[in-house]
Nanobody, 130 residues
Framework: VQLVESGGGLVQAGGSLRLSCAAS????????IGWFRQVPGGGREGISC????????YYADSVKGRFTISYDNAKRTVYLQMNSLKPEDTAVYYC????????????????????????WGQGTQVTVSS
């Protein structure tokens, strides 16, 4: 499985960015793709994920209402539209994926936290200036 991210950069507070992640190598159609972020010295925070099978989504409370995840099945690309960005959104954003997407999304919705995914992209920096 290969995940290739793009779209990070520098933006002022209140602005918007869209991240993309192109996925390849999945044999089955039931998988989840999501986004984690990490600040220097901190752990990785799972912020959103989507099921390839039915489009079910999960959002962490920290981004709910500001970020929107979507999936283009034909392009096998997931997008994260980030609006109303805040300085505290500054982090390296990682695309991640794993199989059995329905189960992963259900777990995230039930537990209120995204489980660990097995496949990772290289990460892209998002910096929000105040």
């Amino acid at each position: 499985v290969q995940l290739v991210e793009s779209g990070g950069g520098l933006v002022q507070a209140g602005g918007s960015l869209r991240l993309s992640c192109a996925a390849s190598g999945f044999v089955l159609d039931d998988y989840a793709i999501g986004w984690f972020r990490q600040v220097p010295g901190g752990g990785r925070e799972g912020i959103s994920c989507i099921s390839s099978r039915d489009g079910t989504t999960y959002y962490a409370d920290s981004v709910k209402g500001r970020f929107t995840i979507s999936y283009d099945n034909a392009k096998r690309t997931v997008y994260l539209q980030m609006n109303s960005l805040k300085p505290e959104d500054t982090a390296v954003y990682y695309c991640a994926a794993d199989v059995l997407g329905g189960s992963l999304i259900s777990t995230a919705q039930t537990m209120g936290v995204m489980p660990t995914f097995n496949y990772w992209g290289q990460g892209t920096q998002v910096t929000v200036s105040s």
